[in-house]
Antibody, heavy 117, light 109 residues
């Protein structure tokens, strides 16, 4: 059974950097899938942040591209999100997901991140 | 960026009724549309991919259709567990970009 688990700080200071990790089990990070980050601000819809393939080659939401980095650690079967210069608008639940040829079929439970001083 | 517009924002229906949800793309996305169900406090769950293919464990009462710019998710007879928010999502272009619709909430009438 494929499982994804987000981890990282739940509180980040304004202008700081948000760093999250997604640990994948039941599948290899080197498999033929895109590894994705999606977020959901309070009482809002879903927003795609970006994705990466195991070889690198990330794709980012154009509205976040200047602040986002998604990377892979094959040795730990993990992928990570780094979002710089955060503001209150970045407060959200952050999900990691596997995007296979048949859609975003496995999701983590999500991690709530608040940007506040 | 391709914009997905979902309508209506809210559907008020009773169990056993038919639900029809619409998703319109600002330009053609071929059939690269998926549908998700989200319940409070939970991650989204994939229902439909490539416009009309049911994901694993998706009940047969859920049907996706459409191509190009107009897509529909139909729930033939609502069960109590179907009251939730539904999102459409597209993946297209190069470099690939993903966008979600704003969501349709199905509430109990």
């Amino acid at each position: 059974q494929v499982q994804l688990q987000e981890s990282g700080p739940g509180l980040v200071k304004p202008s700081g950097t948000l760093s999250l990790t997604c640990t994948v089990s039941g599948d290899s990070i080197s498999s033929v899938n895109w590894w994705t980050w999606v977020r959901q601000a309070p009482v809002k819809g879903l927003e795609w942040i970006g994705e990466t393939y195991h070889s690198g080659s990330p794709n980012y939401n154009p509205s976040l591209k200047s602040r986002v980095t998604i990377s892979v650690d094959k040795s730990k079967n993990q992928f990570s999100l780094r979002l710089t210069s955060v503001t209150a608008a970045d407060t959200a639940i952050y999900y990691c997901a596997r995007d296979s040829r048949t859609g975003m079929d496995y999701w983590g439970r999500g991690i709530r991140v608040t940007v506040s001083s | 960026e391709i914009v997905l517009t979902q309508s209506p924002a809210t559907l008020s229906l009773s169990p056993g009724e038919r639900a029809t949800l619409s998703c319109r793309a600002s330009q053609s996305v071929d059939t690269y549309v998926a549908w998700f169900q989200q319940k409070p406090g939970l991650a989204p769950r994939l229902l439909i991919y490539d416009a009309s293919n049911r994901a694993t464990n998706t009940p047969a009462r859920f049907t996706g259709s459409g191509s190009g710019t107009d897509f529909t998710l139909t729930i033939s007879s609502l069960e109590p567990e179907d009251f939730a928010v539904y999102y459409c999502q597209q993946r297209s272009g190069w470099p690939p970009a993903v966008t979600f619709g704003g969501g349709t909430k199905i509430e109990i009438k």
